[in-house]
T-cell receptor, first 110, second 115 residues
Framework: KNEVEQSPQNLTAQEGEFITINCSYS?????LHWLQQHPGGGIVSLFM???GKKKHGRLIATINIQEKHSSLHITASHPRDSAVYIC????????????FGKGTKLSVKP | EAGVAQSPRYKIIEKRQSVAFWCNPI?????LYWYQQILGQGPKLLIQ????????DSQLPKDRFSAERLKGVDSTLKIQPAKLEDSAVYLC?????????????FGPGTRLTVT
């Protein structure tokens, strides 16, 4: 079993829909990252969080440390949000190494 | 501020050939990471440097992969000889701090195809 599991693996939505991507992990962590990867490979960091909730524009990330679960929400989705969203965790005591989920491929249709 | 630079962006080689990738991290970043991302998978750490020292290379296939960061700035990753299963995107990332933690900034990646 992977240490970081994401669901769903693939997600298709209509423009304007509210989107939720989930991430569960099995190790103790010091931080959790949400990353966005567009076709072509480049990865952009969206959030780094260790507790509670963060918001940036239409993106919201939440984490529940007790339940070892995080969610990424996108409000009023747009075709430009189409990308792969990757959850990654930094295990407690690690040298900054991240353990990555396999990613959720999101496609937003106009 | 310039981001993490990688070259080449794309490379196609035949199996058993050798290949090298280059990464220049963000200026002043002490920690540099090389990741391998196979299609449909999340990135997997190959090697982590802090300045010019190796912190973690436990998942680097040392019989064919090597990496160096001689002056603690830019880095090269080499594969010799390449196998078909090495086809992947090779991502370089850097972070400011020493001892882990903090934001990691990723380069655009090098897409390697081994035929």
């Amino acid at each position: 079993k992977n240490e970081v599991e994401q669901s769903p693996q693939n997600l298709t939505a209509q423009e304007g829909e509210f989107i939720t991507i989930n991430c569960s992990y099995s190790v103790g962590i010091s931080a959790l990252h949400w990353l966005q990867q567009h076709p072509g490979g480049g990865i952009v960091s969206l959030f780094m969080l260790s507790s509670g909730k963060k918001k940036h524009g239409r993106l919201i990330a939440t984490i529940n440390i007790q339940e070892k679960h995080s969610s990424l929400h996108i409000t009023a989705s747009h075709p430009r949000d189409s990308a792969v969203y990757i959850c990654a965790v930094r295990s407690r005591g690690s040298q900054g190494n991240l353990i990555f989920g396999k990613g959720t491929k999101l496609s937003v249709k106009p | 501020e310039a981001g993490v630079a990688q070259s080449p962006r794309y490379k196609i080689i035949e199996k058993r050939q050798s290949v090298a990738f280059w990464c220049n991290p963000i200026s002043g970043h002490a920690t540099l990471y090389w990741y391998q991302q196979i299609l449909g998978q999340g990135p997997k750490l190959l090697i982590q440097f802090q300045n010019n020292g190796v912190v973690d290379d436990s998942q680097l296939p040392k019989d064919r992969f090597s990496a160096e960061r001689l002056k603690g700035v830019d880095s090269t990753l080499k594969i010799q000889p390449a196998k078909l299963e090495d086809s992947a995107v090779y991502l370089c990332a850097s972070s400011l701090g020493v001892g882990g933690g903090g934001e990691q900034y990723f380069g655009p990646g090098t897409r390697l195809t081994v035929t």
